[in-house]
């Protein structure tokens, strides 16, 4: 089974979690959206291990992935936001779902940035891309701090020992990705589910816009400290005695 037939697998589970949210009152409802979105992270998972195991990774997949992954949570938002069927309802949508797309972006790249860096790799060779105007729009926004995180590569660049570096730079960072995994779209998966059980989804709606957006912004000015504190040390003053 080839890694693009995995995402639409995963496509199809989506689509079945989104039909099973229309229903989000009904806490059977709920649990069946939640076993489905499960379903579907992990062909969301598993596509791009078909992929590296087959060699088979592309531009198209990359971007296929990304399709799938972002067109399953608009689904099931636009889903639950015509079930709700009121104008503060999709206003909080569409806000959310704004939110979604910037935040998960982001985190996708700073992650795709910690796991390249540890392996001592400073960005030289870019992964290969399709061009599309869908993938460039993707791409944008968690590309959108390159100029700053350029810094950091540029000196992993140029080091005399880039694995030492990268190991350096991994044990210092992994607090903030840690922290940054709850931009993941696990989370949302959890959220999504808790907030239909108890009976009120905007609870997610408002989660997404105002707790995770912080999240985001506190992590990236972290990370960029991290950064900024290997690429020039801060001096420690003497002890007087």
């Known amino acids: 089974m080839s890694a693009n037939m995995v995402s639409f697998i995963g496509l199809a589970l989506g689509i079945g979690a989104a039909i099973a949210y229309w229903n989000w009152d009904a806490p059977i409802a709920a649990v069946v959206g939640l076993i489905l979105s499960i379903a579907w992270l992990i062909a969301d998972g598993l596509d791009g291990m078909v992929a590296r195991a087959t060699q088979t990774a592309s531009a198209f997949g990359r971007l296929l992935d990304g399709i799938c992954d972002h067109g399953v949570f608009i689904l099931i938002y636009v889903v639950i936001a015509t079930s709700i ?81 990268g190991l350096d730079y991994g044990l210092r960072a992994a607090p903030v990705m840690k922290l ?38 506190a992590t990236l000015v972290w990370h960029r400290r991290v950064e900024a504190d290997l690429v020039h040390p801060r001096a420690v003053a003497p002890v007087n005695t």
Do not use: K
Not at 118 to 127: A, L, Q, Y
Not at 151 to 161: G, T
């Open 85 to 165: 069927g009121t104008g503060e309802g999709w206003a909080l949508a569409v806000v959310a779902g704004a939110a979604h797309v910037i935040q998960s972006s982001l985190y996708e790249g700073e992650r795709a940035r910690f796991h390249r860096r540890v392996r001592g790799d400073s960005g030289d060779s870019p992964p290969a891309r399709t061009g599309g105007l869908l993938e460039r729009g993707y791409d944008a926004i968690s590309h959108g701090i390159d100029r700053v995180a350029d810094r950091f590569d540029q000196a992993l660049r140029s080091s005399r020992d880039p694995a030492r570096f």
């Open 180 to 217: 940054m995994a709850l931009e993941s779209a696990n989370m949302r998966v959890l959220a999504i589910f808790i907030a239909c059980l108890v009976g009120n989804p905007r609870l997610f709606w408002w989660f997404e816009i105002v707790p995770l957006t912080l999240l985001i912004i």
